[in-house]
T-cell receptor, first 114, second 114 residues
Framework: SQKIEQNSEALNIQEGKTATLTCNYT??????LQWYRQDPGRGPVFLLL?????KEKRKERLKVTFDTTLKQSLFHITASQPADSATYLC?????????????FGGGTRLMVKP | ETGVTQTPRHLVMGMTNKKSLKCEQH?????MYWYKQSAKKPLELMFV???????ENNSVPSRFSPECPNSSHLFLHLHTLQPEDSALYLC?????????????FGPGTRLTVL
């Protein structure tokens, strides 16, 4: 069955370091992958989208990689700040999906300590 | 923050009650979605509407009944719910289903079924 896995354990890092979050998937042929940020009690907020034919995407301090051979995406936040503390969700839309329907991973909680 | 609004933000209801959740988007989008987010589980897609037409019903029990009177408004009517239906219900919108882009989420309705 299709599966999207994100590390369910919280990631704790020191301010200024680079945070790296992982999204692995199985039995899936995603056309593109998205990353969202979710704060407690709020809806997810879109961060980045990367397509199957793209290896890397950057936006300010954020970088996403997409390896369709390894079936993995990595999400990096450089020079992390306490304000980056949140849960980060990856979401995939498959080649066979009728349009923009996403399947979400369970999310990884990031805690950046000052 | 104000692109997609949801009311009420919190709702407590008994199993025999009938209530409705409301979502409104001010972004001119044509696709709208209902998601369920339970504790420690990934976001689950429930319903999808594109240009007011329902395009997806993700095996949702009939005690959840969606309604989309126009492209800006989406309702979720609730009837004889179970305690396991307690969750955060999120509404989202996107430009339309054909364009594979970001989804914009509302703040959610925290539902508790007693």
């Amino acid at each position: 069955s299709q599966k999207i896995e994100q590390n369910s354990e919280a990631l704790n890092i020191q301010e200024g370091k680079t945070a790296t979050l992982t999204c692995n998937y199985t039995n899936y042929s995603p056309a593109y992958l998205q990353w969202y940020r979710q704060d407690p009690g709020r809806g997810p907020v879109f961060l980045l989208l990367i397509r199957e034919n793209e290896k890397e995407k950057r936006k300010e301090r954020l970088k996403v990689t997409f390896d369709t051979t390894l079936k993995q995406s990595l999400f990096h936040i450089t020079a992390s700040q306490p304000a980056d503390s949140a849960t980060y969700l990856c979401a995939l839309a498959g080649v066979n999906n009728a349009g923009n329907m996403l399947t979400f991973g369970g999310g990884t909680r990031l805690m950046v300590k000052p | 923050e104000t692109g997609v609004t949801q009311t009420p933000r919190h709702l407590v209801m008994g199993m025999t009650n009938k209530k409705s959740l409301k979502c409104e988007q001010h972004l001119g989008h044509n696709a709208m979605y209902w998601y369920k987010q339970s504790a420690k589980k990934p976001l689950e897609l429930m319903f999808v509407y594109n240009f007011k037409e329902q395009t997806e019903n993700n095996s949702v029990p009939s005690r959840f009944s969606p309604e989309c009177p126009n492209s800006s408004h989406l309702f979720l009517h609730l009837h004889t719910l179970q305690p396991e239906d307690s969750a955060l219900y999120l509404c989202a919108s996107s430009q339309d289903l054909a364009l594979r882009g970001e989804q914009f989420f509302g703040p959610g309705t925290r539902l508790t079924v007693l």
